[in-house]
């Protein structure tokens, strides 16, 4: 464990130097070919780093944060476009760290009201972690009594809770240390009345803005001039889940070390299908007639649950990446519980209270 904290330290110290030379020095490029050749060493670097790294949970952090998030932030940087841009004014250095290596996003206009209801189900950083902690423990107790179907279920609840931590604990750290004014991670994605509402307004936010804007308004533009406005939506959508899907399939390889065998990019491309002929129906019917949420809503997360089941948990049970994280979450618990015992011996007048 101690190798793997001096590998994680060396990588994050690597991404904030580098990040320092895209602030200082490629930022003095004009947008466009230049600025991008400079950045060109970053992204091979970027896309290399997480092997450093041995821990399975650690890699997939780094290679979601590090070769997804930042190198496609990067990248938008290079036409000073994105969340890195320079315009209207050069943001602090600190700060373009921040944005550049944490799954986050500054709202624009601080003085407008959230457009987000306050939330039906009571979940926030705390109920989540401890949901998380007791669904780890009762796989990890309860993994070879359970049936498959409950386990499975088991797993799309903690691939929920483990991106919802992992974004809204960034958010939390940029919040208080930095004072800045995020918009939220998600939107209660359990509660999507179509898969259009899943992926593009309530899961995992940053991801869907970062794909946005690299993947799906360049892809439109583009499609534009061949397919006209009414249409050139349709080859964006699915450009834009392909690119998901090689993305997770990336992050994958990276963990289990093992051939592709391009489940994970065909639930996307699945997706992405579906959601074409969702805007198509949509558009057909005049967008006045709609389901129920009542039934929208089961049938919306059961398609997700469902497919997730036939094709994105398979290659990670197969090649053992669900026990190597089980078990990495399991050790890391022991660990906090030693050292909190040891504290404890040291100062028994040490009261936790809550009032």
């Known amino acids: 464990m101690e190798g793997e904290i001096k590998n994680l330290a060396?990588?994050?110290?690597?991404?904030?130097?580098?990040?320092?030379?895209?602030?200082?020095?490629?930022?003095?490029?004009?947008?466009?070919?230049?600025?991008?050749?400079?950045?060109?060493?970053?992204?091979?670097?970027?896309?290399?780093?997480?092997?450093?790294?041995?821990?399975?949970?650690?890699?997939?952090?780094?290679?979601?944060?590090?070769?997804?998030?930042?190198?496609?932030?990067?990248?938008?940087?290079?036409?000073?476009?994105?969340?890195l841009s320079f315009d209207p004014t050069k943001p602090?250095?600190?700060i373009f760290i921040s944005i550049a290596a944490l799954p986050i996003k500054i709202k624009q206009n601080k003085n407008a009201p959230t457009a987000q209801n306050p939330k039906k189900l009571p979940l926030n950083l705390a109920t989540e972690t401890v949901a998380f902690a007791i669904l780890i423990a009762v796989i990890r107790e309860y993994k070879d009594c359970l049936p498959p179907k409950i386990l499975l279920i088991g797993y799309c609840c903690l691939a929920f809770l483990l991106i919802d931590l992992l974004v809204a604990l960034s958010s939390f750290l940029v919040r208080v240390l930095l004072g800045l004014e995020l918009e939220p991670p998600s939107d209660e994605p359990y509660l999507s009345t179509s898969l259009q509402d899943f992926w593009g307004r309530r899961w995992n936010l940053t991801i869907t803005n970062t794909l946005r804007d690299t993947v799906y308004n360049p892809v439109?533009?583009?499609?534009?001039?061949?397919?006209g406005?009414?249409?050139?939506?349709?080859?964006a959508v699915v450009a834009t889940f392909l690119v998901s899907g090689l993305m997770h399939e990336l992050l994958f390889y990276y963990v289990t070390r093992v051939r592709p065998s391009w489940e994970m990019t065909l639930f996307f491309v699945l997706h992405g299908i579906c959601v074409v002929v969702e805007i198509r129906l949509k558009v057909a019917l005049g967008?006045?007639?709609?389901l129920p949420g009542f039934i929208s809503v089961p049938m919306t997360v059961g398609f997700v649950v469902a497919t997730s089941f036939w094709l994105f948990f398979p290659p990670l049970i197969r090649n053992g990446a669900d026990v190597r994280v089980i078990e990495e979450f399991t050790f890391f618990g022991e660990l906090v519980k030693e050292k909190m015992l040891k504290f404890l011996s040291y100062r028994p007048d040490f009261q936790l209270t809550f009032e």
Do not use: D, E
């Open 229 to 235: 406005n009414k249409w050139s939506s349709l080859p």
């Open 10 to 83: 060396y990588v994050w110290f690597t991404v904030t130097a580098s990040l320092c030379y895209c602030y200082f020095i490629s930022s003095k490029f004009s947008k466009g070919l230049f600025r991008f050749m400079s950045l060109v060493p970053i992204f091979s670097l970027y896309t290399v780093l997480p092997l450093s790294l041995n821990s399975a949970f650690f890699t997939a952090v780094a290679v979601f944060l590090i070769t997804w998030l930042t190198n496609f932030k990067l990248l938008l940087f290079a036409f000073n476009q994105g969340p």
């Open 287 to 290: 967008g006045k007639w709609r």
């Open 92 to 94: 602090p250095l600190h």
């Open 220 to 227: 439109r533009s583009a499609a534009v001039a061949v397919l």
